[in-house]
Nanobody, 127 residues
Framework: QVQVVESGGGSVQAGGSLRLSCAAS????????MGWFRQAPGKEREGVAA????????AYADSVKGRFTIARDNAKNTLYLQMNTLKPEDTAVYYC????????????????????WGQGTQVTVSS
């Protein structure tokens, strides 16, 4: 059974930092791309960052480039998202995604690319 569980969300003031974690199990974690998505109230889910299996290649949404860093620890089957210089517009539920579907490797920031999703963790940034 595949399990994807996020943690680390919370409330922070603008300019602050948070680190999200995602523990994944039940599928070949180390051989797959994983990503972080977010969804704000009234908005569509958007891709934030993705990282390929070796950890050397990653992709970011323009809105978070230079502020967010995605990383993975294959030995621990854990994905991370370090979020710095947070802004109120970063407020959203953040989701971890795993299990990249065949044919989607060039589109890792699209939600249709992934088969497995976590329940989400709330991030709130106040001004």
């Amino acid at each position: 059974q595949v399990q994807v569980v996020e943690s680390g969300g919370g409330s922070v003031q603008a300019g602050g930092s948070l680190r999200l974690s995602c523990a994944a199990s039940g599928y070949p974690y180390s051989s797959n791309c994983m990503g972080w998505f977010r969804q704000a109230p009234g908005k569509e889910r958007e891709g934030v960052a993705a990282i390929y299996s070796g950890g050397g290649r990653s992709a970011y949404a323009d809105s978070v480039k230079g502020r967010f860093t995605i990383a993975r620890d294959n030995a621990k089957n854990t994905l991370y998202l370090q979020m710095n210089t947070l802004k109120p517009e970063d407020t959203a539920v953040y989701y971890c995604a795993a299990g990249l579907r065949a044919g989607w490797s060039r589109r890792p920031l699209q939600s249709g690319a992934y088969a497995y999703w976590g329940q989400g963790t709330q991030v709130t940034v106040s001004s």
